[in-house]
């Protein structure tokens, strides 16, 4: 891995509820430890502390996005009665959050973020790590050629 290339990102955790990602309380961060991801991750005044590691070759997808702030959109609107609930439906689709994604067989990491290049470098340092390991695996040694006897 390069060495300009971010090997920790952080924000605040999220989870899938239908097909949106909805940001939750707390903190996560995600760090790239040799052949690992780290992810340790902070409920809500630290009522619960969670830390995993999963291999990078593990990794199977990794998706970068940013989108509504839906609980603005459903506060406007019970509120739409009042001039109020236009302006939070309004700032709903103004206010975007941004989310990195990270796919494995077992656990789908998902966290909110602030700074887009960060999480870039972050995205393509995991993509290279998880590329040259992959083709490590990929090509073992060729064997050498049989020999033939010799027929006289």
Known sequence: MKSNQVIQISGTPGQIVGIVPVQSNG????????EMLQISSESFFGLETKEVFIPIEDVRAIETGEGCTWWLFWLGIPTLSIFIGVVFIILAFIVKQRYLTIYSSRVNVIVF??????VAQFRTGVLEARYSKSLAIAKPPMPPPPSRPLNI
């Open 113 to 118: 973020h602030r700074k887009g290049e960060k």
């Open 27 to 34: 903190t996560i961060a995600v760090k790239l430890v040799g």
